[in-house]
């Protein structure tokens, strides 16, 4: 297997500043880039307010989290990644964002470095067709938010060799995760079943069944679901749920994954969720209410 000591992590939203935080507390040294310097500013902020409250909590001690802050490196430019051991994309859920990313990033890559991407639906094997090494590239999807979610999916694309996929596993396994295993299959386990889910939500408040709050409450007390499927699309962000379900109507072509209109309304509209202040719900205010 490959010995990793260093992570770059490529986007510091919300996931790559996830990543970043975890694999810091792992003890790996760890580069965050992203194309908008003032983005990994942010990331840094707010891995820093997350340990802070691991530490609050008794998670985590005070020394654990200087330790890890102190791993942790901001990289301006998106070559500094390649002297790493493990590249991980976590840019937005867009196919042709994530091969420029790696189309860019190939030609300042050691030997020896492996690719991830922590796509949460785009095809393994279509990523890796991007890069100058296919068997090297693997799908470490983890899940939102990251230090407090215990899943990170392993999605090996049809050139992925076995080296590469140990070694993803062991990897995972060191920042405390449990592995699954998935096929290179549109939206892999977990949003295969999750995100259709919420667009079936969307779909029920489109038709006029319930209303937002109706639906949530119908299904945090009656499936003991600790968010409900509206809430959870704000969460999560109705761009990234819109993304998946498109990926999974066009790769699987079959009608029961088409996203509502209500949901493309929403995006369109800018209403994406908690990170634009508007989803179905609005966060504006002292308390989320309803926008419908």
Known sequence: MVDIKSVGVIGAGQMGSGIAHVCALGGYDVLLHDVAPDRITAGLKLIEKNMARQVGRGIIEPAQMEAAMARIHPAAELQAVGATDLAIEAATEDEEIKKTIFKALSPHLGPDTLLASNTSSISITRLASATDRPERFIGLHFMNPVPLMNLVEII????????????????????????????????????????????????????????????????????????????????????????????????LADSKYRPCPLLVKYVEAGWLGRKAGRGFYDYRGDAPVPTR
């Open 156 to 251: 090996r694309g049809i050139a992925t060799d076995a080296v590469t996929y140990e070694t993803a596993v062991n990897f995972a396994r060191s920042l405390g995760k449990t592995t699954a295993n998935a096929e290179d299959f549109p939206a892999f386990i977990v949003n295969r079943i999750l995100v259709p889910m919420i667009n079936e939500a969307i779909y029920t408040l489109y038709e006029g069944v319930g209303t937002v709050e109706a639906i949530d409450t119908a299904l945090k007390l009656g499936a003991n679901h600790p968010m409900g499927p509206l809430e959870l699309g704000d969460f999560i962000g109705l761009d990234t749920v819109l993304s998946i379900m498109n990926v999974l109507y066009e790769g």
